[in-house]
């Protein structure tokens, strides 16, 4: 320890207050731990809260709503004159998310975390060094718990400079909506802010290097979302390599196919989505012999430890699902495995939710990857043009569809595509989760008319018994 620095001792260390790093805080202290918070931003809540998950889906409704007024007439409504303030959009949005990380911070002071803020490296097993605004603080830990996340990858040539090119955060808060908008990217974030600018007026078009949406779904699923970007005017060009940038007024996208003739794309402003790295540089794993996979990902066991007894690591820096949920549920499993406790993160499905228009959402196998792993299945799906709850929302495109074994009737699947599907896909990850059968969903009365309905018609669906499709 250098003369002038102080050092502190905890129980448990955790590195970054996002959706993992704030709960695995807040579980070790409520299991009796004395536990220290590292974050080196001013809001607790990481990327999730403050420019990714909240503000995203804040804008996507907003959007949404307008997008309704707008073509509300089919129902009898007519508007004149609907106007968008950008201004007091993000604000509504940026107040979402003050309340949240607010009650974050709150939560952590009545549960007694003390957080201390700046940049954290590991200086060896059992120590950490904090680069904070007053002087270097050493950390001396029992455990530590590193939660440090990820952040937007970068294409050479694109780099964000927040005015012509953008990442998620600065699209988040926008100035103005900008008339022509190229996205580089067709994942989940590519796809979602895409589908909000094309509602806010911008001419939309996302370039994608796979050749098609979603090639881990069912390809019915993304059929059904491209024939939603069709109708919203947003043009998809799949197979397309972002091969070159010319800034100017407007400024030129060069996105080049595997053969044939490059397409050149005028743009006001760029959108940069094409994934995350995780934030493993820079947090001293050298220091403390922490591995990692070829890609930068801390390898973790299923109590969430690494290879080094004593410090764990959760949530998108363990890479795999890159989902705020699972971070929350490898949260818990690090902390009470700290505390004692008989845990793992071992969990049949994780469902996932793209908040596009219309909603993706899947648990468990799909039909394709359940044939792909040896199974026998029989599939049964249910088409939201027959759900009555769906007709009165005015949004019927697309369905909801499960996987099962053939001869014992266990549910291996299901995936979703509709309005609202991310409020029904949990129901099908706790059958999964509990070894429901076919038969046990079938004999659970889903509430009428609601879009839930579809999940249980399509389970009928699968054993030969539906009645309304």
């Known amino acids: 320890m250098v003369v002038g620095w102080e050092s502190k001792r905890y129980d448990v260390a955790v590195v970054g207050a996002g959706p993992g790093g704030y709960v695995a805080a807040l579980r070790a202290a409520q299991l009796g731990k004395r536990v220290v918070l590292v974050e080196r931003r001013e809001r607790l809540g990481g990327v999730c809260l403050n420019e990714g998950c909240i503000p995203s889906k804040a804008l996507i409704h ?6 309704e007024v707008r073509h509300a007439s089919a129902m009898g409504i007519e508007v004149d004159g609907l106007r968008v303030d950008v201004g007091r959009l ?6 979402i998310v003050e309340r949240l990380t607010g009650g974050v911070a709150f939560l952590c002071r009545k549960a007694g975390v003390e957080v201390v803020r700046g940049e954290a490296r590991l200086t060896s097993e059992r120590t950490l060094l904090v680069e904070t605004a007053e002087a270097p603080l050493e950390i001396e830990f029992g455990a530590a718990i590193l939660a440090t996340g990820s952040s937007p990858m970068e294409i050479p040539g694109f780099e964000p400079d927040g005015e012509r090119i953008v990442g998620p955060r ?3 808060s926008p100035v103005e909506i900008p008339e022509r908008l190229v996205v580089i990217g067709a994942g989940y974030v590519g796809l979602e802010l895409g589908t909000v600018y094309a509602k806010l007026g911008s001419k939309v078009t996302v370039v994608e290097m796979l050749p098609e949406l979603f090639p881990a779904l069912d390809r019915d699923v993304a059929k059904v979302v491209e024939r939603r970007l069709k109708k919203l005017k947003i043009r998809l060009l799949l197979g397309h390599r972002a091969a070159g940038f010319e800034p100017g007024g407007p400024s030129t996208v060069v996105a080049a196919p595997e053969s044939g003739a490059p397409v050149r794309l005028e743009a006001d402003r760029v959108l940069v989505a094409t994934g995350r790295v995780p934030n493993s540089s820079g947090i001293g794993l050298e220091a403390a012999g922490v591995a990692t996979d070829g890609r930068g990902f801390v390898t973790v066991d299923a109590r969430q430890e690494t290879n080094v007894p004593g410090i764990f690591a959760i949530g998108d820096l363990t890479g795999g699902t890159l989902l705020a949920h699972a971070a929350y549920w ?4 690090a902390a009470e495995v700290i505390a004692g406790e008989p845990a ?3 969990h049949v499905a994780i469902p996932a939710v793209i908040y596009t228009d219309p909603e993706v959402a899947w648990a468990g196998f799909g039909e394709a990857a359940a044939r792909a792993a040896g199974h026998d299945v029989v ?3 249910f088409p939201l043009r027959a759900s ?3 007709m009165t929302l005015g949004s019927v495109d697309g369905f909801v569809k499960v996987v099962a074994e053939r001869e014992s009737g266990l549910l291996l699947g299901a995936v979703a595509v509709g ?12 059958a999964l989760e509990m070894g429901a059968s076919l038969e046990d969903v079938a004999g659970t009365i889903h509430p009428h008319p609601t879009l839930s309905e579809a999940l249980v018609e399509a389970v009928e669906a699968a054993m030969g018994k539906g009645v309304h499709a």
């Open 62 to 67: 907003a959007a949404d709503l307008a997008w």
């Open 90 to 95: 993000v604000a509504w949005k940026d107040g």
């Open 170 to 172: 600065e699209a988040l």
């Open 330 to 333: 490898q949260a818990k499993t």
């Open 344 to 346: 793992a993160f071992d």
């Open 379 to 381: 599939v049964g799906s």
């Open 388 to 390: 009555g709850r769906a």
């Open 419 to 430: 309005r609202g599907v991310s409020e029904i896909i949990t129901e099908a990850a706790l």
